[in-house]
């Protein structure tokens, strides 16, 4: 059973840093594809950032592009950890931050798991 524990979160000024992190199990980390999301209240989750299996390949949204690092850790098989280090935040960067692969939100539509996210907030 996949489980995704997401943390790192806050309430940051505009302009700081905060680091996420996201630990996978249940699945297996190093076949996937790794993404974050968020959701802003009233809006739909978006995609941020993904980084490939081999950690080499990387996709960010435009907003976030020079802002956000997506990576990812998997020397130790306990511990299936992707980050998300978020530098010089605005107040629209406010949202809920999740971790997925990005296979299985395809496949899996409206029924994906989704862990309990961690909270961002951006204060101007």
């Known amino acids: 059973q996949v489980q995704l524990v997401e943390s790192g979160g806050g309430l940051v000024q505009a302009g700081g840093s905060l680091r996420l992190s996201c630990v996978a199990s249940?699945?297996?980390?190093?076949?996937?594809?790794m993404g974050w999301y968020r959701q802003a209240p009233g809006k739909q989750r978006e995609l941020v950032a993904t980084?490939?299996?081999?950690?080499?390949?990387?996709?960010?949204?435009d907003s976030v592009k020079g802002r956000f690092t997506i990576s990812r850790d998997s020397r130790d098989n306990a511990k299936n950890t992707v980050y998300l280090q978020m530098n010089n935040l605005k107040p629209e960067d406010t949202a809920v931050y999740y971790c997925?692969?990005?296979?299985?939100?395809?496949?899996?539509?409206?029924?994906?798991?989704w862990g309990q996210g961690t909270q961002v907030t951006v204060s101007s």
């Open positions: 997925n692969a990005p296979s299985r939100v395809r496949i899996g539509g409206a029924n994906v798991y």
């Open positions: 980084i490939s299996r081999s950690g080499s390949i990387y996709y960010y949204t």
């Open positions: 249940g699945m297996i980390f190093s076949l996937n594809d």
